[in-house]
């Protein structure tokens, strides 16, 4: 019998049952194709491993005193970075909060340098709970997202499917249309960050819809850009400068929100770059209104 | 206990780093100290050969950063490939010692010191470096591995989450399961 192919081989160390009773066979006698398995498997392995499972040693502070010196850092710097933890005492650590998620795909890493500030306050003390880095939260934030996304997208089917549009809610005054508030996502600060907020969607009498950001003031180093995110982190697409309060940003006719349920406020640097600066401020996930 | 982790590293520290900020640095090692120490107590078996490790290799790091390209690496991934290239420096030296030490007849022990489990570190040092190459896998290719890693769907269900064929899905998985493990043998080749 042939090889197995390289696809089956994958996806068996991926977890999926691929194989028929003859493939099987085979495997178990061909040395060839169960060590292209074993292979695959180590880095199925290494790529899902759990880095808070993993205890870590601690490095002594006379480390850090050392490359201090070496380096001939500044003053600033003095202080052992591992005792800004609060873990004074602990002599292991993990290796990573459990975060599902890595970085995700459509926030890519500028090509030039802008974002000094955050990496300094991403040193800054936490106070008594455990704190994750600048980015941590973040991604949590963002797996927690991914998460939520099916029931968002259920529930925002569900809301197209039964038909239960604006005209079905309550009334609108014969005079003044009101817009109607057809989804909302409560607007949770990010990574350094402490403005909070919220996102509403409206839809206008004449069917058009609305995306309406509300986010309390901040310190922020540029200006505020207002996205929408998809589930599986790989598509987003850019509503607008955010400038007053709150910002009104039409939303196209085209534009599926289930497609889109994340929304996201950056901090852009006035640098040209069009991408999303990786710098969030806040962010929510959208659920339909009932 | 604290998640300090290098799994949730944002790309910010990688360019303030290259651009010098000494704030980016201490960020680093507050990250990924830990986990470049234990990697060289596993390999090295002393605490005090383990800390200069650590210490040669944040040096190094600062040192080169003018060569450093975070286009082109993130910078734990980078970091594991200075730490792994700076314990088989001390291992080789500690061989030419050793050698020296039994040619005179006088063996030293050592304070050996037992850590976590040696498969278990290399296990993140591992992900780490596969986190990079996910990266650089771009779209569609990503989104499919995330799916099927970390989220554990079937080939299946991604064709369908993501709107893709079938055989597409099929042989995306593949060839980006292959270059992922030809990237990890590599590195450990290179250390």
Redesign the interface.
């Known amino acids: 019998m042939k090889h197995l192919d390289?696809?089956q081989l994958?996806?068996m160390?991926?977890?999926?049952p691929a194989l028929t009773p003859a493939e099987a066979d085979h495997l178990a006698f061909c040395s060839e194709c169960s060590g292209t398995l074993a292979?695959?498997e180590?880095?199925?392995?290494?790529?899902?491993?759990d880095?808070?499972?993993?205890?870590?040693?601690?490095?002594?502070p006379?480390?850090?005193a050392?490359?201090h010196q070496?380096?001939g850092?500044?003053p600033e710097?003095a202080e052992d970075?591992?005792s800004?933890?609060?873990?004074a005492g602990?002599t292991?650590?993990?290796?990573?909060?459990?975060?599902?998620?890595?970085?995700p795909?459509p926030?890519?890493?500028?090509?030039?340098?802008?974002?000094?500030g955050?990496?300094?306050e991403?040193?800054s003390a936490g106070s008594g709970s455990?704190?994750?880095?600048?980015?941590?939260r973040?991604?949590?934030a963002m797996a927690a997202a991914?998460g939520i996304v099916v029931g968002a997208a259920a529930v925002w089917a569900g809301y197209n499917v039964l038909g239960q549009g604006p005209q079905a809610g309550p009334s609108p005054s014969p005079t003044a249309p009101q817009p109607v508030v057809i989804a909302q996502a409560p607007l949770q600060p990010l990574?350094s960050y402490t403005s909070t907020g919220k996102a509403l969607v409206e839809e206008l009498p004449d069917g058009t819809r609305q995306l309406v950001v509300q986010l309390s003031d901040g310190q922020i180093s540029g200006f505020r850009e207002v996205w929408v995110i998809s589930p599986?982190?790989?598509k987003l697409v850019s509503l607008g400068v955010l400038d007053g309060e709150p910002g009104v940003f039409a939303l196209p006719a085209g534009l599926d929100l289930a497609e889109y349920p994340i929304v996201d406020v950056s901090n852009e640097p006035f640098d040209g770059n069009p991408a999303h600066s990786?710098?969030s401020i806040a962010r929510g996930e959208l659920a339909a209104e009932n | 206990m604290t998640p300090a982790g290098p799994h949730d590293w944002d790309a910010a520290l990688d360019h303030a780093f290259a651009s010098g900020k000494e704030a980016a640095l201490a960020e680093a090692y507050r990250r990924l100290s830990p986990l470049v120490y234990t990697l060289a107590l596993r390999s090295l078996g002393e605490r005090s050969a383990a800390d200069d490790v650590t210490q040669e290799v944040f040096i190094r790091a600062w040192k080169s950063r003018a060569s450093y390209r975070p286009e082109a690496a993130r910078l734990p991934a980078w970091l594991v490939g200075i730490t792994r290239n700076a314990i088989s420096d001390a291992l080789s030296a500690r061989m030419r010692r050793q050698e020296l030490e039994h040619a005179a007849g006088q063996f030293v022990g050592d304070d050996r010191v037992a850590g976590p489990p040696a498969a278990d570190v290399e296990a993140v040092a591992d992900r780490i470096t596969l986190e990079e190459e996910l990266d650089r896998l771009g779209d569609p290719q990503k989104a499919i591995m995330k799916l099927a890693f970390y989220e554990d769907l079937t080939h299946d269900q991604i064709s369908s989450r993501l709107q893709l064929p079938l055989g597409t899905v099929k042989s995306h998985i593949r060839r980006s399961l292959s270059r992922m493990r030809t990237r990890l043998e590599v590195g450990h080749e290179a250390s």
């Open positions: 390289d696809e994958s996806l160390a991926l977890g999926e292979a695959l180590r880095t199925v392995r290494a790529a899902t491993v880095p808070a499972r993993v205890e870590l040693a601690t490095p002594g006379r480390n850090w050392a490359i070496a380096l850092l500044s710097q970075p591992l800004r933890q609060g873990a602990s292991t650590t993990t290796a990573g909060s459990a975060t599902p998620l890595t970085p795909t926030l890519r890493p500028r090509t030039e340098g802008t974002a000094a955050s990496a300094g991403a040193g455990p704190r994750t880095g600048a980015g941590a973040r991604w949590v991914a990574a599986d982190l790989s990786s710098d």
